[in-house]
């Protein structure tokens, strides 16, 4: 039971969010684009680099909203319900791809990229492309969107340890919010280097005061 409802929805949302967006600006000043003059579907290198750094902070807003509003209030539930929402948190985790555009755009603007950093890049995807995979196979896409939050049959499942989870319980934001840094070791883009750092970051702002304070209110003491 939530005793006050308005006070639990902006719970560590001054650090999660203004985190973010401070983590966004210090990121911008990392980039160098001004003179980048390549372009990809007539969009620019910048443009692109601030698409990617933008889908982070609009798409943990979004699941934050969510996710409380349907804690306190069953807001969701009531409006869009559990399917709209997964198809916008879908979308937007789609959408962060965009960041692969990115690498190209602004490829080789650190360093020249080799053999050796590809095969760099190849050992950071491995356990990023397990943790996909054991989402998938063992732990579900719908239960990673926050199906619990929604549907209480969720909340009487144990929580997974087989496949990467054995390792952590935080695996996709241990190995699978990695994957970004494959792609810039990969093309050597310094833009892609900070996009990775500022997602990485981003993501445990969200997990600390968003999910992990859900948490004690879906699970109690288990």
Sequence with gaps: MIENKLSFFFKHQIWHV???IVLF????????????SNTFIGISALSW??????????????????????????SITN????????????????SRLSAIVLCFVDYGSLYKPNWFVWILAIVIFIPGVYTMYSVKKYFGFLRAAGADHFDSKYRDMPFEKRGIFKLTPN????????????FA???????MFVVSIYTYISIWL???CT????????????
């Excluded at 070791?185 to 833009?191: C, E, H, L, W």
């Design 211 to 222: 999910e992990k304070e859900d948490f004690k209110v879906i699970y109690g003491n288990n």
């Design 206 to 208: 969200h997990y600390f």
């Design 171 to 182: 695996a996709m934001y241990v190995f699978a919010i990695g994957i970004p840094f494959g």
């Design 49 to 74: 680099f601030m698409f990617a750094m933008s889908i982070p902070l609009i798409h943990q807003v979004y699941v934050w909203i969510c996710w409380r509003s349907e804690l306190c209030w069953k």
């Design 25 to 36: 600006y210090i990121g911008a000043q990392f980039a160098d684009l001004q003179n980048n």
């Design 185 to 191: 070791v990969a093309t050597g883009s310094q833009s």
């Design 18 to 20: 203004g985190g973010t």
């Design 79 to 94: 409006t869009i319900g559990f399917k709209g929402y997964v198809i916008l948190f879908f979308i937007l985790i789609i």
